[in-house]
């Protein structure tokens, strides 16, 4: 997770209660899904960035994953993202990141 | 005039692993900032020599070596199974080696800014002569070059950028200016050397299509890099500096950003001048990027693999009007990535594939080939960035499911037989779609093709003055065989207001 993004969430969960937060990811890839998960949950494992040995303990989630969806409207879901359903693989990415956030995550919906 | 002819072509890579090692944006800010590290020890154990990048398919597929079949049927992974029987040119252009781009920079410097060591540039002088394009004209203005003592005061004293040949000192790009930092050496280093790279392309278009330079009307150039001083950081203009060293004399030319989106912006902007008779033709062309070599190479050294983004990328095409006997860019149906259209992928790809097919009553099948950002997957892939050709294709494949012209169990069908393996280098505007035009062409002349769309997408949020992207598209075709007619005047109109009279006065009587 670039180093700009992660100082963008510490500072989200510094403001708000980290309880009420919850990162939703869109990654493409399910491996970059799992190291952004486990960087806002754990901390950076690169070390490199703001998020190095800070465990926020954030509930994240990907996009494709049955909570968030289950949450969307319909009509944009369908406008926006349906398309990118059919190209990338939604069940390995969601899982990618579950696993993440039950191994790391302090909160979830 | 709805379209204009694509007359020529050119491709061409200069390889440069030391000029990446020192100066490529991920090694250079790593050695500012942190000093000498891990990675940085490691990767020059993984850098390639010149004859594995001129052997590595994807570079011989970006310079015409071989053609785009050939290269599908190329055993992979690539940097493994290297080709036997390549050469440094291709039918677009040619794979330079470094020592030789050092005297290419030095030929394309008119500020005095590189000076290479005496006996170094000698050596140059002699294998540049032996290079098809580079004729006496051009060679003659690569200096005899200085002493080793003189350039090491500029590095040590006025903080000049030392080059390096072979791990050895063999000269320098100098500061332009005391205190402006858009005139310090890393920045003369990067514009000099997207100049020089652009040159190598045009000069290549010039041969291979035996072009007059002097025939060249307007040169549009559309390269990622920004020249100016502190009153005008990207003032400009590469265009016409490219032209002056290309012999273009009664060329004149401007500049076209938009990051990755630019190339096909700049062949829009040039298709509309030449088919509104504005210009008699137009060049467009771009250089390489030299922050972006070993932009990944953090994944390739963690990976074990070769160092692969050691070469800058460049291009040239050239567009004249349509006279039937060249494939064409049509200007009727452009795909635009508006303001209001949103950044989703599925918003993008409606914008620039299905809005374009829609206005001209096309369906996603009746396009051959679609290219959009056609970098190496063996680059992007190990540093978790995907495969970006594929990526796009299974988009404009799952597009088509949603607007129900492809069973869902077809995508992969589509994506095999419409989308294109990638074989540009990761530079930024050089992937996108652009490199595909002279494969393209070359195929639709052949009767193998009839139709191909060229997609280019730009990451604008990156400059921090916008949080949007952009993109444009345009289709390639078969000419009519017609000639185009050029702009309508009043007598046009006049004489068709008087033939409708007539049939009309016929129908009544």
Known sequence: ?109 | MSSVGIKGYAYSLNHVPEMGLHYGNTPYVERLTKGETEFLSKLPEHLQQYEDARDYAPNQAYIGGITLDEYETQPKPWYENRMTDAGRYGRYGEIMPEDEFLGLMDICDVFDIIWLERSFASVVREKLAKDPVITDKVLARLENGHDLDEINVEIEKHRALPLYFENNVVGCVRSGHEVDECLFPYVLLENLASKASAVLSVLHLLKNFDVDPGEIDFVIECSEEGAGDMNQRAGGNFAKAIAEIAGLVNSSGCDVRGFCAGPVNAMIAAASQVASGARKNCLVVAGGAVPKLYMNARDHVKKSMPALEDCLGSFAVLLVEDSGDSPVMRLDALGKHTVGAGASPQAVTSALVWDPLQKRGLTFNDVDKYAAELHTPEITLPAGAGDVPLANSKMIAALSVMKQQLEKKDMMDFVREKGLTGFAHTQGHIPSGVPYIGHACDAIREGKLNRVMIIGKGSLFLARLTNLSDGASFFIEKSSGTPAVGAVTKDDVKRLILEALGDIKDSLQ
């Open chain 1, 1 to 109: 997770m670039d180093l700009q993004n992660q100082q963008r969430i510490k500072d989200a969960a510094e403001k708000y209660n980290p309880e009420d937060l919850v990162v939703i990811l869109g990654s493409s890839d399910a491996e970059g899904a799992e190291i952004y998960a486990e960087t806002v949950a754990n901390g950076d494992p690169t070390f490199a960035g703001p998020l190095a040995g800070v465990q926020l303990g954030l509930a994240v989630y990907h996009v494709f994953e049955e909570d968030v969806k289950s949450e969307a409207d319909t009509a944009a879901w369908e406008e926006q993202i349906s398309m990118m359903e059919m190209v990338l693989d939604p069940d390995s990415l969601a899982a990618a990141v579950a696993a993440m956030r039950k191994e790391y995550s302090r909160y979830s919906l």
